[in-house]
């Protein structure tokens, strides 16, 4: 769950805090290049495509996770959704090094995209392996990783952790660690039984 439905949570949270420095941001950058200030409508569209386009990266992974998830099996699949995540996450770190607002936008395209494979590849891995005792309760895990996730995206927006201006660029790559949490522990999971009886074909390693 940490590694799951958490980065979407994180993701749509931790946005929230670093605004004003991201929109302060823009408009120097804008300055820099074109030797006039943006419009404040411009600044407006810029912030709303930041926040926005998250929800297209999301749109992109969630349609995609099924496939996925099939063609790979669950595990692959969730390893897969670090690729855009550890990308998102250097390109919103480095963007304003690079003196790059577009870099945020596609970072968060990125993000987006982990944060829909992820959220459903978790639900469909963690019902598939739970035992049916426990299923229900292992179900809710993507609902209480969310929350967890958008409770930690607030708590690194505080001023006294990450959430001053010199340090914006590194609250947006958080989800950067969680990611690396899971590249070093999942490889060490089971795979999903269903996935390896009806896609598979092998009885033995769901049994």
């Known amino acids: 769950g940490i590694t799951g439905a958490f980065q979407y949570g994180l993701q749509v949270s931790i946005i929230n ?105 978790h639900i469909m891995y963690a019902g598939e392996c739970a035992p049916r005792k426990l299923r229900g309760l292992i179900a809710i895990t993507a609902s209480t990783s969310i929350a967890a996730g958008k409770f930690v995206g607030f708590a690194l927006g505080l001023r006294e952790v990450l959430g001053v201006e010199a340090l914006w660029p590194i609250l947006l790559a958080a989800n950067a660690l969680p990611a690396l949490v899971q590249l070093l522990t999942l490889p060490f999971f089971p795979d999903s039984p269903r996935y390896l009886l009806i896609d598979k074909k092998d009885k033995e390693g769901c049994i």
């Open 17 to 121: 805090s670093p605004a004003e420095y991201i929109k302060t941001f823009v408009c120097e950058t804008w300055l820099k290049r074109y030797g006039s200030p943006p419009s404040a409508q411009m600044i407006t569209l810029m912030w709303s495509f930041i926040v926005s386009i998250y929800s297209i990266g999301g749109l992109l992974g969630s349609t995609s996770a099924g496939y996925l998830s099939v063609r790979f099996g669950r595990k692959k699949a969730m390893l897969f959704a670090n690729i855009p995540a550890l990308l998102g996450a250097a390109l919103m770190g480095l963007s304003q090094l690079c003196g790059s607002f577009e870099m945020i936008i596609a970072g968060r395209l990125f993000s987006g995209v982990c944060g829909g494979l992820a959220l459903n590849i």
